[in-house]
């Protein structure tokens, strides 16, 4: 086994919370906030906080809009996050390979 | 998507460390102290702490013995540990397959 199989996790992308994000990112391009909220169940201050990560550490980009006079918050993901996210899939499915050997 | 498919992510196993811990018992059924040690490279605080966690939730048992005059922690998992193991990886593979499908 690689020394580095769990180190080499991407903590920013582990949490469930951000794990949640990426991945609803990844498949439906870009979200507005409500809706990251309410398909995850997440509060608004612990949204908030998880999309600060992400966005601090370049994976997500927020946009301020507004549909008719309503304030939009839209997040989407940036190229850095698509590869991250794609680097953090592939690591877990090294995990789960790793899991699957019979023992030796 | 379900509401509860990051939800249902078992945090008890989640954290890098335990998910490292959990993984090298299930391949290799039983491992000592000092062999999650050096696999995980954490110290012997941390991995401590850990392995607290995986014991009061059930899923590892932690046997003392001797090896000649040298005490040895021997870690196993438990029936329950498999199981939340092997539902853990299962919700995993649930993630990955729903970030695998084309946009709508």
């Known amino acids: ?3 580095n199989l769990f180190d080499a996790i991407d903590e920013k992308i582990h949490a469930k919370a951000r794990l949640g994000i990426m991945s609803l990112l990844t498949v ?3 979200c507005d906030f409500g809706t990251l909220k ?3 169940q997440l509060t608004e201050g612990n949204l908030g906080n998880h999309i600060r990560v ?3 550490a370049g994976y997500i980009q927020v946009t301020k809009t507004f549909t008719g006079k309503r304030p939009k ?9 698509i590869q991250a996210f ?3 899939i592939e690591q ?3 995990i789960i390979r ?3 050997l019979p023992k030796s």
């Open 38 to 40: 309410q398909e995850l």
């Open 98 to 100: 790793m899991t699957q």
């Open 92 to 94: 877990l499915e090294r």
């Open 54 to 56: 992400l966005e601090n």
């Open 86 to 88: 794609r680097d953090y």
């Open 1 to 3: 086994m690689g020394d």
């Open 28 to 30: 439906q391009g870009e």
């Open 73 to 81: 918050t839209l997040c989407s993901a940036t190229e850095l996050g």
